[in-house]
């Protein structure tokens, strides 16, 4: 990965998204912090060990029971309270990761379509495979799909729909997962699904410079990456604020 692919148009959309990751980490953990402050969470870890050696010390069942019940309802307070705070503050990061999604130019930019694993290419469509093929993945050239699809796994996708990354799963679990990664989720029949991996990923071939790939392209790893240094340096900023004052 030269220097040219960070001028590239590829490579400015790779920017863009860790800027809006580090912007998004940052604002998620104030957010958060306006929601739940330190001093509340303070206050609730203060009072759990008081609650709890209340209730081994109490020598009347009365006395036990009101000890256990100001424990749960502290609790519940404070992981309700948390909960409304990740989600309130996770609202950014969700609008931000979907608005990355949608100007995602690996559809109108990339050549290729890669499949993984290989094995899940009907043999009558090797013909069609360009560049690397093997065990892992096989690498077709969109020039010969204008006009055609691609069977896999008892799915046939034509060209329009390989223009978007797709992936074909065998369970509940694995469809949910890759839904939340933005794919396009087909369910694979069950007479398939014994001889298939518990997902097949297609993806246009782009941006697939990182560690991740092919579940995450660079767009989505660099704001992921720069989501959590955003946040790890708001926090640290907060408590080096906090020790100041």
Known sequence: MGRSYFFSEPGLYVAGAAALGLAG???FHHVWRA???RARSREFWTSVPVSARGMLMSEETSDLLRHYRDLIAAVFRYTGRNTLAVLAAALPIVASALLLA???PSSRLASRIEVRPAVTV?????SIVTGRQDPERVVIDRSMLRGSSLRLAGHTLDSAALAHKQALCTSTVSCSLLEMMLFRTHSIDAPT???LP????????????NPLWPWFNDIDFSFLVALTAGGVAAAW???RK???S
């Not at 009907?122 to 090797?126: N, S, Y």
């Not at 518990?198 to 410079?209: E, T, Y």
């Open 237 to 239: 900023w907060g408590r």
């Open 242 to 244: 906090e020790s100041r």
């Open 102 to 104: 949608a100007v995602d």
């Open 193 to 195: 699904r014994t001889r």
């Open 122 to 126: 009907a043999q009558g469509a090797r």
């Open 35 to 37: 929601l739940l402050p």
């Open 25 to 27: 980490g940052w604002v």
């Open 198 to 209: 518990a997902a097949v990923v297609v993806r246009p071939l782009l941006l697939d410079a």
